[in-house]
């Protein structure tokens, strides 16, 4: 999906769900700028198209797109390396937005939650739309070998202001964290589909590193 793909589906958007025009086109070009931002090797443009072309496919099976939708545009508007607040200040301005856009408190707290929950992927409680937003962020986690390992280089990449030995271990961390887990996707589909390749793909990288 192309950045006029990703305005164009934006205002469909807020069209539906009764935002004000200039106040989503206003927002829609700080959202592309964020995501734009130099140094954003893995989190950026594509990474925001390859969760919307994902909620496209798997549409029947969410019972409130909409939301997902907003959450999906806002989930890594923030993101510095350097920080551990990054899902909670993407939260709150995903909320500052709904707010001023005049969405319903339901929805501007299901957002505010979805958002939150991307922190550790594993939220207290299970919704069933939440856990598909969940799976598609970590879609890449079950990506064919070369492009996982194109990913992998690209967080690096964006981690390029630590030494690498202090990248390996905060790296290490992460691997085993989400090796650790049950299941690293919460919806059986993915599960099904995706789960073996995802194990194996953090697996491999855990060895070399």
């Not at 799976?135 to 630590?162: G, T, V």
Request: aromatic fraction near 12%; include cysteine; charged fraction near 30%.
């Amino acid at each position: 999906m192309q950045p006029d793909a990703i305005r164009k589906y934006w205002m469909a958007l807020n069209q539906r769900c009764g935002s004000p025009a200039p106040v989503a086109w206003h927002q829609i070009d700080r959202i592309t700028f964020q995501y734009g931002t130099h140094g954003r090797h893995y989190h950026n443009l594509d990474h925001l198209s390859d969760l919307l072309q994902l909620q496209r496919l798997h549409a029947p099976l969410i019972l409130d797109n909409d939301s997902l939708l907003y959450a999906i545009y806002f989930h890594d508007y923030i993101y510095q390396p350097k920080r551990n607040d990054n899902e909670l200040k993407s939260a709150e301005e995903a909320l500052f937005y709904l707010r001023k856009a005049g969405a319903p408190v339901e929805r501007q707290d299901k957002v505010y939650r979805y958002i939150l929950a991307t922190a550790g992927h594993q939220p207290e409680l299970s919704d069933p739309d939440l856990d598909y937003f969940l799976d598609f962020d970590l879609s890449i986690l079950s990506a064919p070998p070369d492009r996982y390992k194109e990913y992998a280089k690209n967080i690096r990449r964006e981690y390029r202001m630590y030494s690498w030995l202090e990248y390996r271990n905060g790296r290490v961390k992460v691997l085993q964290h989400f090796l650790a887990m049950p299941h690293i996707y919460r919806t059986e589909l993915f599960r099904e589909q995706h789960e073996l390749q995802a194990r194996e793909n953090l697996e491999r990288e855990l060895e070399k590193l």
